[in-house]
């Protein structure tokens, strides 16, 4: 068992001051004036852009419910919600106020700034901790070039020196240095540079007035100015329209002859805005994620957002989420469960399906579409409303055009196409119907109305046609009008907020058209 190093041994050479002044390496600064060196921290404090990105991935992983479970078959898995390592995760360190959210939410901030992230393995009183540590204050120690044997813990007070076993140390790729990560920051070294230096002319500029830069020209006939005079205008300049003052913005008085002849970068053609958007999107491409989701949002819609979402899950944070749980399972699990992790039956893993399985409503139908009945009774549905229990209402309700193994969906009442039953008239109607509507919508969003499909409009009007074609009765004619409407409504749903909507909606009512030809 790694977890034998006592809190004690910590606290003796670590005082209040978590972060020592000195227990930063030069390879882990960024020079940013021949003047001035910041650390990654520092970089992190100062810098907007860098905080925003970092602090979008670290909220966004450690808001996620990590997990504890044992492999029963292929098909079936259960929560270990008593394992020692799913206790240690609710509560890393007991004798602090730490909580599974900011533990993740550390060992993200520290990977995105290091790639390194640093826990000592703790024994206290018999119950398992993780104390993060300071990734400028460890350094690994070794003779060998991809695995450290011990780690070195500097604090305010001291150093000790810990066997590997006793830290999980979870890191990113460094071709100089298999041991360890390497800064994404030095990646961005120059544009963090960059950027530092526009802040600092802005702050000058407001501080000044936000005054263009230039300077006063004296006619050469002008009476000699002496020193006093001279410092006396410069003083009284100063005064009256730069700063906060009073007078700030205002028209200035020359005298003598004097003009004032403009000089330097003005704040538009500085292109401020345009450079701090495009910092923010170097920073965020570095980290992997998409600058829309922080905040660049121009070019989105309704639509594009949702697929932004699912990405956000898959592609941006899913990678990392797998880096933590495998580090945990490597790390941690083998010492509080050496049986289940040997044959490979538990293992840690990150509660992602919450997130994917979309809206109420997107469950419902997928849900109603997959088992082809009603899933849940009248009792489970006023609980979620947090209404008592009726009497008689722990029962399904299964409508009588509902079977075991008929139609797909409880909603249906109809096949998706009357075209399906080989009836031409109807696909003939069907047809024209679609041209219809095509024509109409199209129409509606060129004039700018809201409610581009009238579907109580169209349900009146295909009844009436299947009645008149003789296709169905009254009460048949009405059902397949609301499915088929209804059908169509959801499918034009997404061309109305995509990019380019007429193509889209065009080719939406190509699509139908063609499936009852």
């Not at 972060?19 to 001035?36: A, E, H, I, R, Y």
């Amino acid at each position: 068992m790694a977890f034998v190093i006592a809190a004690g041994q910590v606290t003796a050479i670590q005082s209040a001051n978590r972060f020592p002044s000195w227990g930063w390496q030069p390879s882990q600064s960024v020079t940013l004036t021949p003047t001035l060196t910041l650390t990654y921290q520092q970089m992190w404090r100062m810098q907007p852009q860098l905080r925003t990105v970092v602090g979008f991935l670290a909220r966004n992983v450690a808001q996620l419910g990590i997990d504890v479970y044992r492999r029963v078959s292929d098909t079936d898995r259960v929560k270990l919600r008593d394992h020692p390592v799913a206790r240690l995760l609710e509560r890393p360190y007991p004798d602090s106020k730490m909580t599974k959210y900011s533990l993740l939410s550390g060992i993200v901030h520290d990977m995105c700034l290091y790639d390194d992230a640093y826990l000592l393995k703790l024994n206290i009183d018999g119950r398992l901790a993780l104390r993060p540590l300071f990734p400028a204050g460890v350094t690994p120690q070794g003779s060998t070039w991809d695995d450290a044997a011990t780690y070195e813990i500097r604090g305010s007070k001291g150093s000790m020196t810990v066997n590997a076993n006793q830290i999980v140390h979870l890191h990113g790729y460094n071709p100089e240095d298999m041991r360890q990560g390497s800064s994404p920051i030095e990646t961005l070294r120059q544009i963090l540079a960059e950027e530092y230096a526009a802040m600092q002319y802005r702050e000058q500029l407001w501080r000044n007035g936000a005054r263009a830069a230039g300077y006063l020209k004296r006619p050469k006939d002008a009476p000699k100015w002496g020193q006093e005079s001279r410092e006396r205008f410069a003083a009284d300049w100063r005064a009256q329209y730069t700063g906060d003052g009073p007078q700030s913005g205002g028209t200035p008085i020359l005298e003598d002859g004097m003009e004032f002849d403009p000089h330097g970068v003005s704040p538009k053609d500085a292109q401020y805005v345009e450079s701090r958007r495009l910092t923010r999107e170097e920073v965020a491409v570095a980290y992997h994620v998409s600058p829309a989701m922080v905040g660049m949002t121009e070019a989105m819609n309704f639509s594009s957002m949702r697929e932004l979402h699912t990405m956000l899950y898959q592609d941006t944070l899913g990678p990392i989420l797998q880096f933590i749980a495998q580090g945990f399972e490597n790390q941690i699990l083998e010492d509080a469960d050496p049986e289940g992790t040997a044959d490979g039956s538990t293992y840690i893993e990150f509660n992602l399906a919450e997130k994917l399985r979309g809206s109420f409503e997107e469950q419902t139908r997928s849900l109603q579409s997959a088992v082809g009945a009603p899933w849940m009774t009248r009792n489970e549905a006023r609980a979620m409303l947090n209404l008592s229990e009726a009497d008689g209402a722990d029962e399904l309700i299964v409508p009588l055009n509902v079977t075991e193994g008929g139609l797909a969906s409880p909603n249906d009442t109809a096949p998706d196409n009357p075209s399906d039953q080989g009836n031409p008239k109807a696909r003939a109607v069907l047809w024209r119907l679609y041209q219809r509507q095509c024509d109409e919508v199209l129409t509606r969003i060129g004039a700018g109305i809201p409610e581009v499909f009238d579907q109580r409009k169209w349900n009146a009007q295909l009844a009436a046609d299947l009645v008149r074609d003789g296709y169905a009765d009254e009460q048949k004619a009405a059902e397949w009008a609301a499915h088929i409407n209804a059908r169509t409504a959801e499918h034009l749903a997404p061309a109305v907020t995509a990019t380019n909507t007429k193509v889209a909606v065009r080719r939406v009512f190509d699509d139908l058209a063609r499936s009852a030809s």
